[in-house]
């Protein structure tokens, strides 16, 4: 990122690419730092595409057009179209992939469990 933010330049448009910024950091300071790091080059004279799987980012992030791939559920096997789609996606995944990977019932009931506690309340428990 760092170097992204050096090669920027008022006179030649920069393209950047970022693919999960901030992985491997805790998630607080990574979705504080992303969404200023974001805003601040969707201020500059650059094209950022930016892949995330961070949710919380789609409401700090005005200043960018959000889109997104979409999975089928064809039969019992999820199938992915690769087709890009305007909007942020309103699937998710993760826990339906545990349970067809036959992952114990009480890891699939209980991350179950903790989204629909975090819905309910916006909070980790």
Known sequence: LRRILSALND???????????????N????????????GYLAGQNCLCIAA????ELIGLLKGFEQYHFQEEDE????KFTY??????TNSRNAVALL??????EPIV???R???????????WD
């Open 11 to 25: 006179s030649l448009p920069t393209l950047c690419l970022i693919d999960e910024i901030l992985r491997g950091t």
């Open 27 to 38: 998630t607080e300071e990574r979705i504080a730092a992303a969404s200023a790091t974001l």
């Open 52 to 55: 995330t799987h961070d949710y």
């Open 75 to 78: 039969e019992g096997d999820m």
């Open 83 to 88: 087709k890009l789609l305007a909007g942020p």
């Open 99 to 104: 349970a067809r990977m036959e992952y114990p």
């Open 109 to 111: 009931a209980g991350a």
């Open 113 to 123: 469990e903790a989204i629909a506690r975090f819905h309910r309340t916006g909070r």
